[in-house]
């Protein structure tokens, strides 16, 4: 591979990189933003109001799709682009415009790094599925700490079951033992005795009938995989400790 070749792969964008201008176009109008939430790329939450952003290079009936199941969680849903390259002809984007305002979806054009709003969600007269929309905003609010970028493809991703894991490995590190009721009640989540029982990532182990520890050499493998997790927690139970 050529050294142009190889500037040229460096160059190419991603969906990822649509990610920061969008979080910071929503922020900037009060909401907060999380990205990778239980499959939607980006979700910006304010008070009640929830919108779901899906991200994608180009415009294509793949990004048409996502953002449409959007709409079974919240009426305000944004398909995102890169302005794409070259003049494009003014039939091209009254045809996108036609279309998302037929779908009831917005549209975002980022181009160098600015957001444009070049389509606004119109009303929605569907049918909102409060299940679905209750497990993103679960999901959004059980992060405290998790930052996914959207559009990311092939990296782990940090949930709020994640977290909870987490924050109990800390409190088991420091207290060596202790059951789900002990947990909660040092500030760990409802779903503690949930993830011990079922130990999904296989870090925890009974030492008796409901009272659970830490395997051996888990804590210092938890804490390189999961840095910015474990220091927080960390930092919030010594913080705890000292109150």
């Avoid at 990778?36 to 910006?44: I, M, N, P, R």
């Avoid at 990004?63 to 398909?79: D, E």
């Avoid at 996914?148 to 409190?171: D, F, R």
């Avoid at 909660?184 to 659970?212: D, H, M, P």
Wanted: with cysteine.
């Amino acid at each position: 591979m050529s050294h142009r070749q190889k500037a040229e792969k460096k160059e190419k964008a991603s969906e990822a990189d649509l990610y920061p201008p969008v979080e910071k176009y929503f922020a900037a109008q009060g909401y907060t933003v999380k990205g990778e939430v239980l499959g939607c790329d980006l979700v910006a939450v304010k008070g009640d109001s929830i919108i779901v952003a899906e991200l994608k290079l180009t415009f294509n009936i793949k990004l048409i799709y996502q953002a449409v199941r959007r709409l079974a969680i919240t009426p305000n849903v944004y398909a995102v682009i890169f302005k794409p390259k070259g003049r494009q002809k003014m039939s091209f984007w009254q045809m996108i415009k036609s279309l998302c305002r037929r779908l009831n979806i917005g549209m975002l054009i980022v181009d160098k790094g600015e957001v444009v709003s070049f389509v606004e969600p119109a009303p929605f007269a569907g049918k909102i599925n409060g299940r679905q929309k209750a497990r993103v905003l679960k999901e959004f609010h059980g992060r405290r700490i998790s930052q996914n970028t959207g559009g990311v493809t092939g990296k782990k991703l940090e949930t709020a079951y994640l977290e909870t894991a987490i924050h109990i490995s800390v409190l088991l590190k420091k207290h060596k033992t202790l059951k789900p009721a002990d947990l909660v009640e040092l500030g760990c989540s409802e779903k503690a005795g949930q993830i011990l029982y079922y130990n999904y990532y296989g870090w925890f182990e009974k030492t008796e009938r409901g009272v659970y520890k830490l395997k051996t050499g888990k804590a210092r493998a938890i804490a390189k995989e999961n840095p910015r997790i474990w220091e927080f927690y960390e930092l919030e139970v010594r913080a705890g400790a000292r109150g």
